[in-house]
């Protein structure tokens, strides 16, 4: 496993997990934990435990879909160690929101009245180490295939609920290999199966972008709703269920 250290406190940016593997897969999960590390004052960043444990601090279950994908898939992974309120690695870095003051109706206190220069020392302790780690295991292997695994909150406050169980983001042109994987999820008809559901395509700067369209990799983003992600086994269900499906896609593919 493999880290970043800060020089005064042991702190790791980001885990990696199976770099040995020898595929083609790379597994991501950005948005992994709630962590706020100690340089930034640890707990919860002024917030109540209870919001730090919602969707607005990180992606619940999506960590443990990626491992269980990524054990399926014999793929190496690597994941996140701080809450994206801290900072949000799948943002660009000219986004407004890569440091939220305000998500779902929930003001973040600590960062209320965070500047450029805190933003920078964020950017500079999780961003940057995070995505230089993904962009050499990206390029470790000349056709490489991303995999971004995210999840979404069954409702937003006020909004009404969201019924996919599970969707795929693309940007256009189409994505072929995004395409081909939605049409395989569409052919179970328990599956309510959301393209493009409930965000669209890519943003400029965003990890999909950086690490994947910029370079003209094979990718695919994963969406899967929260209350289908709770436990453990559901966690692992889902990396057994998607993993063929994955692979059936990237023949279909020919990439």
């Not at 940007?171 to 072929?176: D, E, I, R, T």
């Not at 959301?194 to 965003?206: I, M």
Request: hydrophobic share 35%; with cysteine.
């Amino acid at each position: 496993m493999r880290g970043t250290h800060d020089t005064t406190m042991t702190y790791h940016a980001f885990h990696t997990a199976g770099e040995d593997r020898d595929s083609r897969w790379l597994i991501t999960c950005d948005h992994a934990t709630n962590t706020v590390p100690p340089q930034i004052g640890g707990g919860t960043l002024g917030l109540p435990q209870a919001d730090m444990a919602r969707h607005i601090a990180y992606d619940p279950g999506a960590a443990g879909v990626a491992h269980a994908l990524a054990d399926n898939l014999g793929a190496p992974l690597i994941t996140s160690n701080f809450s994206r309120l801290v900072i949000d690695p799948n943002r660009g870095e000219d986004d407004p929101t890569l440091l939220m003051r305000l998500y779902d109706g929930t003001i973040i206190p600590q960062n209320r009245h965070a500047d450029a220069a805190e933003t920078e020392r964020r950017m500079e302790l999780c961003y940057r180490p995070y995505h230089a780690e993904l962009g050499r295991l990206a390029a470790s292997r000349a056709d490489r295939v991303i995999v971004a695994v995210h999840s979404f909150t069954p409702q937003l406050r006020g909004r009404p609920p969201r019924p996919w169980h599970v969707a795929i983001l693309h940007s256009p042109p189409h994505n072929a290999l995004s395409v081909s994987l939605i049409r395989r999820l569409r052919t179970d008809p328990e599956l309510c199966v959301g393209d493009n559901e409930p965000y669209a395509g890519h943003q400029p700067g965003d990890s999909i972008d950086r690490h994947a369209l910029q370079h003209r990799r094979p990718h695919v983003l994963l969406e899967l709703r929260q209350d289908l992600l709770e436990t453990v086994e559901q966690q692992k269900a889902w990396g057994r269920r998607l993993a063929p499906l994955l692979q059936g896609a990237l023949q279909d593919c020919k990439i």
